[in-house]
């Protein structure tokens, strides 16, 4: 009997579990350790650092980081400082001191070069030849400090103002000079009127500007001085800085190790004190050397330099008294005066003093000069002063009663035994004499001064570099026991 096929029996389909929500995974799903953020190499190393100096050996190493910079930074300073002060006194004794020197001896040839013309035409058609080989000796001595203050005057804007106008203005007046001879040669009256145009070139123009290079060059010189004597304030600080900290290293080993001396720190200790010591000592000196040449040369030197120009002025002066003859007055008060014998009396009141009680500037000289060299001359010039005075007043009173040849005579010297110009050359060599000793006092107070300070900038930088290694050694040998 034939069966029909039967169909397979069907298997069922494996079930799969329902998958899970999102919530519900994200609830089972297991929690990750959040990844630590990499730190930078900057932090890293702040770190270390930290960590090290937590530790004996770390502090160490910090410690003569510090004593070694303060003691390098310490030399590093008082050679800066002390080379600038170096430099300044330097500029003192070579440059601004003899700028200043030559200015004034500007001002004193164009001065006695207007004079010794003066006396020259005093003396006629024929003036002497040592008043013209005197004129020309000071022309040329003019020229050649203007041509020095000239390639010295530098950024000085009023210096080489000065010097372009004396300059320009020096062929104009030789040449107003040479035409007044020229006329008096010939016995013209038009010679007085050129050597007084002259002298007004000189005295409204000519020496003011002198005086005004004068002025500036002493400013020069007074900066340079205030650049010298400062004490270097800074580097004493660093040094008392650098010496207290290596004294505190010191105490602090001592407290740790009970061991009294580090070699290399004591050694580092006493290469500071050596540089501190020699930079107190060495400036006060060159400061105390500095302010003798002030107060025992420049100050002196001004002062005789302003009274050997009122000499020559007061020359000048009494010079053309005589070149007038009363061509130009000026009102004093209510009575009329000679224009140049009211200029002379205010030169010699400047320079004996105009009344009782007032010393004027010889006075001054003797009371600033300090030892017997330099009393005898400013001494017998203030002499000779008195004696010029008493010749003058003869000599006015000659003129005045009308005797011209008279006065002529007991100015210029042609017959009398006793004029005015022997006075006069009396009182300008005893303020040569004078000049000359006073400027050996400065040169040798601001040599000193100088040479107080010689080696000091390289001293001061050896001692700081061996102090410094000595500091690094000292510390290296207390970090050895660690090892």
Do not use: C
Request: no cysteine; aromatic share 6%.
């Amino acid at each position: 009997m034939t069966h029909p096929p039967q169909a397979p029996p069907q298997v069922p389909a494996p079930s799969h579990p329902p998958l899970p929500t999102q919530a519900a995974a994200t609830a089972k799903a297991p929690r990750q350790a959040p990844t630590p953020a990499r730190s930078t190499a900057w932090a890293e190393g702040v770190d270390r650092l930290r960590a090290a100096a937590t530790t004996e050996p770390g502090r160490l190493r910090a410690i003569g980081a510090v004593l070694a910079a303060l003691v390098l930074v310490f030399g590093a300073v008082t050679a800066w400082q002390t080379t600038s002060r170096a430099d300044a006194a330097d500029r003192v004794l070579n440059r601004s001191q003899p700028l200043s020197n030559d200015a004034a001896a500007i001002y004193r040839s164009l001065a006695d070069a207007n004079t010794a013309a003066s006396s020259g035409f005093l003396a006629g058609g024929q003036e002497p030849a040592k008043v013209r080989e005197r004129y020309q000796r000071d022309i040329d001595r003019a020229s050649e400090k203007l041509a020095t203050a000239a390639s010295n005057a530098g950024s000085d804007a009023s210096s080489a103002a000065s010097v372009s106008q004396l300059n320009k203005l020096l062929p104009q007046y030789t040449a107003l000079i040479e035409r007044a001879r020229a006329n008096n040669r010939q016995g013209l009256p038009l010679g007085g009127a050129y050597l007084r145009y002259a002298n007004d070139t000189m005295q409204t123009r000519m020496l003011p500007a002198a005086e005004k290079l004068y002025k500036a060059e002493n400013e020069r010189l007074t900066d340079d001085y205030g650049d010298a004597k400062p004490y270097p304030w800074l580097a004493i600080a660093f040094g008392v800085v650098a010496l207290a900290a290596l004294g505190w290293a010191q105490h602090r080993n001592y407290r740790r190790t009970n061991r009294v001396f580090n070699t290399g720190l004591v050694a580092a200790t006493t290469a500071a004190a050596v540089a501190l010591l020699w930079l107190l000592a060495g400036h006060t000196f060159a400061r105390s050397g500095l302010n003798e040449s002030y107060d025992r040369g420049v100050k002196s030197l001004n002062v005789l330099n302003d009274a050997r120009i009122s000499s020559l002025k007061a020359r000048g002066n009494e010079n053309l008294t005589l070149v007038s003859r009363g061509a130009e007055t000026v009102l004093v008060g209510d009575a009329t005066k000679d224009k140049f014998d009211v200029a002379y009396q205010r030169q010699m009141a400047r320079l004996a003093g105009a009344k009782a009680g007032d010393e004027g500037l010889l006075g001054r000289a003797a009371e600033l000069a300090d030892d017997a060299s330099g009393e005898r001359p400013v001494a017998a010039a203030a002499k000779n002063v008195t004696e010029w005075k008493d010749r003058h007043k003869s000599a006015r009173a000659s003129d005045d009663s009308g005797d011209y040849e008279g006065a002529l005579d007991k100015v210029i010297g042609a017959k009398s035994a006793e004029p005015t110009g022997e006075s006069f050359d009396n009182v300008d060599a005893a303020l040569d004499v004078a000049l000359a000793h006073e400027q050996r006092e400065f040169k040798r107070a601001a040599e000193d001064g100088k040479g107080a300070m010689t080696g000091l900038p390289v001293g001061a930088a050896v001692l700081a570099v061996v102090g410094a290694a000595a500091a690094v050694l000292g510390i290296g040998r207390r970090l050895s026991e660690y090892r």
